[in-house]
Nanobody, 123 residues
């Protein structure tokens, strides 16, 4: 299974951005999908995750109410809608897939990772 994230870029504080992740070599419906991010000099951290069916989601406190994760299993894609962005959201964002059946927030519980896409939010 290969993952490819896209949609990153440079935006201003308060703007919105939508990230997408395409799943290749497998069916996205077989995986819990998650988004993580890593800011320069910091550890990779959990952002959001969505269960296989899409009915259950989980978010980090720092993005709750601003970010929305969704999935379209018919297109093998997962998206992250990011609103009200602020400079603290600047990071490389990674898409990940887990063979688990429950929503997870630890990096060690994900089996596949994409190369990441950079999001930069200017003040």
């Amino acid at each position: 299974v290969q993952l490819q994230a896209s949609g990153g870029g440079l935006v201003q504080a308060g703007d919105s951005l939508r990230l997408s992740c395409a799943v290749f070599g497998g069916f996205s419906r077989n995986y819990v999908m998650g988004w993580f991010r890593q800011a320069q000099g910091k550890e990779r951290e959990f952002v959001a995750a969505i269960r296989r069916s899409g009915h259950i989601t989980n978010y980090a406190d720092s993005v709750t109410g601003r970010f929305t994760i969704s999935r379209d299993n018919s297109k093998n894609t997962v998206s992250l809608q990011m609103n009200s962005l602020n400079p603290e959201d600047t990071a490389v964002y990674y898409c990940a897939a887990s063979r688990s059946t429950v929503v997870l927030s630890a990096t060690s519980q994900y089996d596949y990772w994409g190369p990441g896409t950079l999001v930069t939010v200017s003040s």
